[in-house]
Nanobody, 121 residues
Framework: QVQLVESGGGLVQAGDSLRLSCAVS????????LAWFRQAPGKEREFVAS????????SYDDSVEGRFSIARDNAKNTMYLQMNSLKPEDTAVYYC??????????????WGQGTQVTVSS
């Protein structure tokens, strides 16, 4: 059974940085495309960033391009999201997803439980 566990969320001030981690167990991590999504209160879950397996390609939503960076460590079965210059509008529950592709939630098979990120102004 594949399990995804996010960590690293918290309460920060605008302009601060956070690094989220997503530890994956029970599957073939190195073969998974991976992604981060987020869901703010009252809003639908939305795409943040993705990273492919093999020849690494990354993709970002325009709202985080240049501020967030996605990475993976196949030796540790872990994906990361480095978030810099955080804004209050980045406040959301952040979810990691695996085995899929694209920017839609329906495109991924495995999901974590989420980690809360709150950015105060």
């Amino acid at each position: 059974q594949v399990q995804l566990v996010e960590s690293g969320g918290g309460l920060v001030q605008a302009g601060d940085s956070l690094r989220l981690s997503c530890a994956v167990s029970g599957g073939t991590f190195r073969l998974y495309n991976l992604a981060w999504f987020r869901q703010a209160p009252g809003k639908e879950r939305e795409f943040v960033a993705s990273i492919t397996w093999g020849t690494i390609r990354t993709s970002y939503d325009d709202s985080v391009e240049g501020r967030f960076s996605i990475a993976r460590d196949n030796a540790k079965n872990t994906m990361y999201l480095q978030m810099n210059s955080l804004k209050p509008e980045d406040t959301a529950v952040y979810y990691c997803a695996a085995q899929g592709s694209g920017t839609l939630t329906d495109g991924y098979y495995y999901w974590g439980q989420g980690t809360q990120v709150t950015v105060s102004s």
